[in-house]
């Protein structure tokens, strides 16, 4: 599962499509977290895409990545300022790989 206190445990090593990314990267293989208010673990994630389709705000976006050994794309929350914590996203991602901070 997603580490919840990624943002202590990990450090910012970029940013793709507007969001930041949080390290270690070593792609294609490793790819990091993607979004701090609404986080995804791409190492972990599968590309169920449950998360995406049942969003009510849409925060999710696909994209490709190519040769990651868990799933040829992932889920990028482009629009996390715009989530509303309901935790759907949290509740039926089948590998825990999404943390959302509504706190
Ligand atoms: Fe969308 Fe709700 Fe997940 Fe926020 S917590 S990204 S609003 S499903
Ligand atoms: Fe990935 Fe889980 Fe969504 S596997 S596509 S974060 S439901």
Partial sequence: AIDPNFEQSREQ???????????????PEQLGIHGTHVAVDYDICIADGVCLEN????????????????????VEPTREDQCIDCMLCVDVCPVDAIDVDAS
Avoid: Q
């Avoid at 969003?55 to 992932?74: A, I, L, N, Q």
């Fill in 13 to 27: 090593v970029g940013e793709e499509n507007g969001v930041t990314v949080w390290g270690p990267v070593d792609p």
């Fill in 55 to 74: 969003c009510p705000v849409d925060v999710f976006t696909w994209v490709d990545t190519p040769d990651h050994p868990e799933s040829d794309r992932k």
